[in-house]
């Protein structure tokens, strides 16, 4: 169930834009490549704390939504400008969501499902109530992606 060509995947220390453009505090991955500033660069992320983690499959997520065709890199243009935050109503899917939420959405469940709830609470954008069908908001939304990630049903419209 993988959407991924890990062999097409580059996990670059230092930034990708020209003349020290890129901001220390933020990675990029506009080409199917990730491109980690040196304050947030770790040559493991799997052994990584959370908030790192959390970062490398924020950014795996756009990996995975340029390798299904999406232009991330044009996107990206005015990621800066964008909602990073979301919620989850019931009748949403990933397909709902634009690109940098649709990254957070992915991360966010990764965090919850990997390092629990009390976790979650300090590394997450969703705003909403935080009850106890919160897995299931997350599961419900991510439903297709779950499924079959190649379900181009789980892209931006």
């Not at 705003?127 to 069908?133: A, L, T």
């Amino acid at each position: 169930k993988n959407a991924i060509d890990y062999r097409r995947v580059r996990v670059h220390h230092g930034g990708y834009l020209p003349f020290g453009l890129q901001h220390k505090d933020t990675a990029m991955t506009p080409n199917g490549e990730m491109y980690y500033p040196t304050l947030l660069y770790n040559d493991d992320f799997a052994k990584a704390e959370a908030a790192q983690q959390w970062l490398f499959i924020h950014e795996m997520a756009h990996v995975w939504q340029h390798q299904m065709g999406m232009s991330v890199r044009t996107r990206g243009l005015i990621s800066w400008l964008v909602e990073y935050k979301y919620s989850l109503p019931p009748y949403y899917t990933l397909a709902d969501y634009p690109m940098e939420q649709q990254a957070s959405i992915i991360a966010d469940y990764f965090i919850l499902t990997e390092f629990g709830m009390e976790r979650w609470l300090k590394e997450n954008f969703f705003k909403g109530i935080v009850g106890p069908d919160l897995l299931n908001k997350y599961e419900n939304t991510l439903k297709y992606f779950i499924e079959d990630p190649k379900d181009r049903r789980t892209l931006c419209k």
